[in-house]
Nanobody
């Protein structure tokens, strides 16, 4: 059974940094592409970053490209999201997601949440101004 568990969220001040972690179990982690998303109340789930099975080809939307960095440690079955210069508009529940590399693409892009069949429960990030 695939399980993804996010951690590292919390309450920070604007301008601070946080590093989120996503611990994966029940899967061969290096066989999965991974992504980070967030969802604020009343808003759609927003793509933040994705990384391929080997740690290559990380990509980001322009809204977070300079501030957020995705990485993974396949030996530790863990995905990370380093978030710097947090802003008042960043508060949300942050989710990690996994997609088996060998599985057919559902919608064709790792930027779309529907591409991922496996999700964590999320970790809350709150930013005070």
């Amino acid at each position: 059974q695939v399980q993804l568990v996010e951690s590292g969220g919390g309450l920070v001040q604007a301008g601070d940094s946080l590093r989120l972690s996503c611990a994966a179990s029940g899967l061969t982690f290096s066989n999965y592409d991974m992504g980070w998303f967030r969802q604020a109340p009343g808003k759609e789930r927003e793509f933040l970053s994705a990384i391929n099975w080997s740690g290559g080809n990380p990509y980001y939307p322009d809204s977070v490209k300079v501030r957020f960095t995705i990485s993974r440690d396949n030996a530790k079955n863990t995905l990370y999201l380093q978030m710097n210069s947090l802003k008042p508009e960043d508060p949300a529940v942050y989710y990690c997601a996994a997609k088996l590399v060998a599985a057919p693409r559902r919608v064709g892009t790792l930027q779309n949440p529907y591409e991922y069949p496996y999700w964590g429960q999320g970790t809350q990030v709150t930013v005070s101004s």
